[in-house]
Antibody
Framework: QVQLVQSGAEVKKPGASVKVSCKAS????????IHWVRQAPGQGPEWMGW????????HFAQMFRGRVTMTRDTSISTVYMEVTSLRSDDTAVYYC???????????WGQGSLVTVSS | EVVMTQSPATLSVSPGERAALSCRAS??????LAWYQQKPGQAPRLLIY???TRATGIPARFSGSGSGAEFTLTISSLQSEDFAVYYC??????????FGGGTKVQIK
């Protein structure tokens, strides 16, 4: 069965960076883009961007460009998402998600809580 | 960017009753609309895509309708496990993928 397993919760200070991992299994890793979506407490989901696992190509939502990077290691079917210059409003649960070519999110990771606090 | 607006923010319904949740897009997204269910502490789960197609394993009491910019998710007879937050998401004009703010369905 398809699974996306993410790394654990993190607590960071403002200005620091955080890197979240997402290990895929149960399907061919290079067949689907992996997207990242975050959800602040009590808010709806917010799309951040995607990575194409076979080439490593990326695309980011405007508000995250320059502050977010996405990478992958195809040998272990894992993608990584790093956010730099963290602010308190980056406190959220970060999800990786498998997305079909048309944009349907059919599988989600379990989420990784990132708390930014001094 | 397509803005998605859901109403109401909270819906109080008794078990066994019908619930209708609304989702409006700021511009037409054709039939490229999905619904997700989220329970506390869990990731969202795909319920419906292409406006009205149920995802694998989703019971028939969940149905979707609409087109263009106005959509509805209907739960015909609410079960205890259906009390949750529901989000709509458009994939008609992306990137970016955009979501509504959610409707919380709670027990009346």
């Amino acid at each position: 069965q398809v699974q996306l397993v993410q790394s654990g919760a993190e607590v960071k200070k403002p200005g620091a960076s955080v890197k979240v991992s997402c290990k895929a299994s149960g399907y061919s890793f290079t067949d689907y883009y992996i997207h990242w979506v975050r959800q602040a407490p009590g808010q709806g989901p917010e799309w951040m961007g995607w990575i194409k696992p076979n080439s490593g190509g990326t695309h980011f939502a405007q508000m995250f460009r320059g502050r977010v990077t996405m990478t992958r290691d195809t040998s272990i079917s894992t993608v990584y998402m790093e956010v730099t210059s963290l602010r308190s409003d980056d406190t959220a649960v970060y999800y990786c998600a498998r997305v079909t070519p048309v944009g349907i999110i059919d599988y989600w990771g379990q989420g990784s809580l990132v708390t930014v606090s001094s | 960017e397509v803005v998605m607006t859901q109403s109401p923010a909270t819906l109080s319904v008794s078990p066994g009753e019908r619930a209708a949740l609304s989702c409006r897009a700021s511009q037409s997204v054709s039939s490229k609309l999905a619904w997700y269910q989220q329970k506390p502490g869990q990731a969202p789960r795909l319920l419906i895509y292409d406006v009205s197609t149920r995802a694998t394993g989703i019971p028939a009491r969940f149905s979707g309708s609409g087109s263009g910019a106005e959509f509805t998710l209907t739960i015909s007879s609410l079960q205890s496990e259906d009390f949750a937050v529901y989000y709509c998401q458009q994939y008609g004009q992306w990137p970016p993928l955009t979501f509504g703010g959610g409707t919380k369905v709670q027990i009346k």
